[in-house]
Structures are given as structure tokens and as C-alpha cells.
């Protein structure tokens, strides 16, 4: 399993805390990074963008259904009980704004990379693959509300 440098994730890192704070007004702090398997819980919501370019992979945003919804509340500005269409288009475009958000962060050190368009996930998933490591960095906000970060990466 090939490993990941700090430079494939601080700006994914960047990006979150920026786009939480001039999108949904939300003071995030990052938690410790760690190693993660690929099992997500049956209370997730998981949002999967791949990487294309001088890097190759995916992130994964990893939402428990109650954060999901308290996100997608302030992007749409009414109260979201389910996660529905609605409040998942809204999470959906997030996680388009952090990556993309990223990939300017990368740019500006000449490492170009493509997004593709968000896949949703939801429950209990898991998979396996050897390509690259699964590093996740909560990003927490509130008193105990995460969206979990997982970079898995290979350049």
C-alpha cells in the first residue's frame, strides 16, 4: 500500500475549514489524523469524489446522518429533518466546493488535478483496496459535531 505525504492532505484540510466557515458560518478544528479502514457506519452519509491527475484517488466526506443534516439546514437556510434530494444536493455541492477549493490549493503549486462529479453513499459500506493508505482528519465543529476527512491517494 503505497504512502501518503502531508502534502496530499493539508490542502483538503485548508479547503474544508474555508468553505465551512464562508459557506455554512461554522468555526471547524481539525481533529488528529489517523489511519482508517473503509468501513463507514450504517448512520452515514458519504459523499465520494475521485482524484485525477498528478495524483490519482478519492476522498471520501464521511457525515453521521444528524451533522448531514444540520449542514444541509444552513446551506438551504430552513430546518431538514431527512436527507432528502433536497438535503443531499446541498451536501453534495459542499464537498464539490471543498475539493474544488483544493484543487486551487494545488495549482498554486503546480500540481494540477481533475475532480469527478460526487457520488452518494449511504449506510453501511465498506471495500477494500491496496492502491493507497486511508487517512482521515476529523474536521469538528460545535461541541461534537465531525464531517470525517478520508484521503486516500497515490502520486
Known amino acids: 500500500m503505497a504512502a501518503m505525504n502531508a502534502d496530499y492532505i493539508n490542502p483538503f484540510l485548508l479547503a474544508s475549514a474555508r468553505v465551512l466557515k464562508e459557506t455554512v458560518f461554522l468555526d471547524a478544528a481539525?481533529?488528529?489524523p489517523y489511519l482508517?479502514?473503509?468501513?463507514?457506519?450504517?448512520?452515514?452519509?458519504?459523499?465520494i469524489l475521485g482524484i485525477k491527475g498528478a495524483m490519482?484517488?478519492?476522498?471520501?466526506l464521511d457525515f453521521k446522518n444528524e451533522v448531514?443534516?444540520?449542514?444541509?439546514?444552513?446551506?438551504?437556510?430552513?430546518?431538514m429533518t431527512e436527507l432528502n434530494e433536497l438535503a443531499q444536493s446541498a451536501i453534495c455541492e459542499l464537498c464539490n466546493m471543498i475539493l474544488g477549493n483544493a484543487a486551487t490549493v494545488f495549482s498554486t503549486k503546480g500540481i494540477v488535478i481533475d475532480i469527478t462529479p460526487p457520488a452518494v453513499c449511504r449506510g453501511g459500506v465498506?471495500?477494500?483496496?491496496?492502491?493507497?493508505?486511508?487517512?482521515?482528519?476529523?474536521?469538528i465543529y460545535g461541541t461534537d459535531k465531525k464531517i470525517e476527512i478520508n484521503v486516500s491517494l497515490k502520486g
Request: charged letters at 15%.
Open 30 to 32: 481539525l481533529g488528529k
Open 36 to 47: 482508517n479502514s473503509f468501513k463507514f457506519s450504517d448512520d452515514s452519509l458519504l459523499i
Open 56 to 60: 490519482d484517488g478519492q476522498v471520501i
Open 68 to 79: 448531514a443534516l444540520d449542514i444541509a439546514s444552513r446551506m438551504c437556510m430552513m430546518p
Open 126 to 139: 465498506s471495500y477494500s483496496t491496496d492502491y493507497a493508505a486511508n487517512i482521515c482528519v476529523p474536521v
